[in-house]
């Protein structure tokens, strides 16, 4: 009677170990989750730094590998193809930049020689500041040139402790903060995954 009221006893511990073992997974990912949602359905945060520079700030989605694979297997490919094995990967981000840019140079003569025969007269054009550079020719009415555009994109990725009255502690979230060297420029889109081991 005793061994099998000890037998009994073993089994009802290790299924209450288990079933609070099942419990804790089950809360971190119900966690996980409703931040993700969090990130997902909150607006990013557009501001200036400095007056003249552009800067975003943006949720982190928290992912496992296999999620990653699913449902962003272009991102995942991209990681393989640059020979990097996805679960060794912490966090992966995406920024997207639109540059828009008015631009006054002046256009000045200049004598361009086609094929040998006789010069043509043609326009150049020369524009340069430390974003953008703009050159070359405008000849019968068609502008014949190229545009270099230069970007820095600073991400810093940080956490946000909880609070209780003046009390710090913990990690309330993970955020993103981007911040782009162009004033010409304007970043749209911006996406961090963290992976979850």
Known sequence: MKRILLIITTLLA?????????????????????????????????YRVRDSLNAISVGILSMRADELRRGFD???GLVRD?????????????????????????VRDTVVIVAREMPASAQAVHFSDPHMELQGFILDSVFHGSILTRDTLTQVVHRIPRRFLFIKWG????????????PHSRITYSRIIRIDK
């Open 14 to 46: 290790a299924a209450l170990v288990v079933s609070v073992r099942y419990s804790a997974i089950q809360r971190n990912e119900h966690r996980r989750l409703l931040t993700n949602q969090e990130a997902l359905l909150s607006r990013n945060h557009e």
């Open 74 to 76: 272009g991102l995942s």
């Open 82 to 106: 640059m020979d990097v094995k996805l679960k060794r990967v912490e966090s992966l981000s995406q920024a997207s930049i639109e540059g828009r840019y008015e631009v006054k140079a002046a």
């Open 171 to 182: 990690t309330k979230e993970l955020r993103q903060e981007i911040v782009n060297s162009n």
